[in-house]
């Protein structure tokens, strides 16, 4: 049997509809930006494989580093233990963040990440002995996970149909403009008694159709958060390590969140490992004689010394000046294909932040059409060697920051090319 019918057997993919679904290509080898399947079929991953791999893959750097650590200490449980690995990685991380971040807390993905963040605002106020402030403020079209808390602060759509009468309330609003800023902040301030915190995607909502908005309107729904008691979590899950031209998107504004969540490039893409990091403030609220004060969270495999390693090595490799020059590249390169393309009939849209561009392919009412041309547009993309899953009818490319100009370039014409084609 070949391994196609082998995993056809055993295995149910993630986001994938069994019944109908295309067969999976088996990937053998990686090596910077390509994939290589069974039959020596290269392909670049243009979408840094689900947005974790910020170096390429299979980087020599990373692991180095990972393989000697599998030989000295693989795994150690964290509660009443600890390991240089995970001092480290938090002593490196903690300066890096913007504002003044003092405490890490280590989980293993995006979702819990954002799991022990929701926990740490809701049981601050507990804590506090403020019992009114138990909601979470968030944008309609957020992403922040697929585990419960995650899912119930995410927007409502095909994705939590099924759940939606048990998630957890949530105050949603539309992202902030020049429009609807004025009434954004009233709202948030005439809320705030019952806010306990507010969970934002930094500058671009990814899962949510890559929709972009300007720093400055988040900066001042911060400001107002800050002014009105509500707690504030910057999901960098998906923007952190240098995937919007800044190392963090909450560089790009002047106040700074409570906490921070952090996974995807975390490992350069390695390992899977999250971070939730936080300030002081709520750190001092969980300190207590009484027991129930405590944050009663972990996982087995919080702060894995081999994610840490991964981590640190990805740290240092992001450090580089090369790599920064490699991104300040990429963002250029998709700019100058912005250009040239905005006024293309088909293009509906098409927006830019940081080493993300996306495109959103003009289908006029016609929903059918939409459907199919999601699927149409990921196999002409594969079919010519390019990794590409269009969010419906939005293309994104969100790639590894060695990409060449040369693969970048035969992307943008082979997207022009579709747009002249489909
Ligand atoms: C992907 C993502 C998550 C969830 O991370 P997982 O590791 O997939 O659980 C959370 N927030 C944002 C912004 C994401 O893009």
Known sequence: MSLVERDKKVIWHPYTQMKNAQMPIPIVRGEGVYLFDEDGKKYIDAVSSWWVNIH????????????????????VIFAGFTHEPAVLLAERLLPLLPGKQEKIFYTDNGSTAVEVALKMCLQYWNNSGNLHKKKVLAFKDAYHGDTFGAMSVSGRSIFTNPFNDLLFDVEFIDLPN???????????????????????????LGAGGMQMYAAKYLDQLLKTCIDNNVLTIADEVMTGFGRTGTYFACEQLINHPDIFCLSKGLTGGTMPLGVTSCNQKIFEAFLSDDKLKTLYHGHSFTANPISCVASLASLDILLAAETLANIKRVEEQHKQFFNQIKNHPKVRNIRQTGTIIALEWETGNDTSYLSGLRDQLYNYFLTRGIILRPLGNIIYILPPYIISNDDLTYIYQTIQQALEEI
Do not use: R
């Open 56 to 75: 390429g893959h299979a980087h020599p750097h990373i692991a180095e580093k990972v393989s000697a650590q599998l030989t000295t200490l693989e795994h």
């Open 178 to 204: 020049e429009k609807n800023i004025v009434s954004l902040k009233s709202q948030i301030s005439n809320l705030s008694s019952q806010l306990a915190c507010f969970i934002f995607e930094p500058l671009i």
